[in-house]
């Protein structure tokens, strides 16, 4: 199994353009999640989903879209990037229920001048 | 808001020697989960303790929680310079996680 897969490893943007970070996982899971991590930070939960057409807000939603048409994939748009977006992405899933273990992804790294 | 929050910050210590994290958190929990972050990648989880749970071990780390002063502790035992990684506690379930800061742990050769 490959676990958690995310691309791109690394992106630059510029203010304003928009762009999806990919977020795959083949193990099945019920649960995915999409989490940022500034410098030196814990990280923090941009949106969540429980199942295949199933999304909510996590902490920090704004600016960020998501959708999850099949139980493997739950990509993440930014809708117009910001220099506050300038962070590092994890992926994660989880089988869900009593099965509380989160899997990451490796991250994106994403820069926004 | 950060329910989760690591002391200490940062904590350097010799291979050989134990290393003692601690966690607080301000509301009541089921579970709360500890995780490990080698530099520049993914967390990878290390072990889960219950709230009817007092006192978890797998191999050199044992985890305790108390839940009235609503803190847990991981101990990393006769540590190597392969610990070296940022532990985080977490707090939540399912799909939604909520993250301290972290402890960066320096294991010196």
């Known amino acids: 199994n490959a676990g958690v897969t995310q691309t791109p490893k690394f992106q630059v943007l510029k203010t304003g353009q928009s762009m999806t970070l990919q977020c795959a996982q083949d193990?099945?899971?019920?649960?995915m999640s999409w989490y940022r991590q500034d410098p030196g930070m814990g990280l923090r939960l941009i949106h969540y989903?429980?199942?295949?057409?199933?999304?909510d807000q996590g902490e920090v939603p704004n600016g960020y879209n998501v959708s999850r048409s099949t139980t493997e994939d739950f990509p993440l748009r930014l809708l117009s990037a910001a220099p506050s977006q300038t962070s590092v992405y994890f992926c994660?899933?989880?089988?869900?229920?009593?099965?509380?273990?989160?899997?990451f992804g490796p991250g994106t790294r994403l820069l926004v001048l | 808001s950060q329910q989760g929050e690591e002391d200490p910050q940062a904590l350097s210590i010799q291979e050989g020697e134990n290393a003692t994290m601690n966690c607080s958190y301000k509301t009541s929990i089921n579970n709360l989960q500890w995780y490990r972050q080698n530099s520049g990648r993914g967390l990878v989880h290390l072990i889960l303790i219950r709230s009817n749970e007092r006192e978890k071990h797998s191999g050199r780390l044992r985890v305790t929680l108390d839940t009235s002063k609503k803190s847990s502790s991981l101990l990393i035992t006769a540590s190597r310079a392969a610990d070296t990684a940022s532990y985080f506690c977490?707090?939540?379930?399912?799909?939604?996680?909520?993250f301290g800061e972290g402890t960066q742990l320096t294991v010196n050769p």
């Open positions: 977490a707090k939540g379930s399912g799909s939604r996680l909520t």
């Open positions: 193990m099945n899971h019920e649960y």
């Open positions: 989903s429980v199942g295949a057409g199933i999304t």
């Open positions: 994660a899933s989880s089988y869900g229920g009593y099965q509380e273990t989160q899997y």
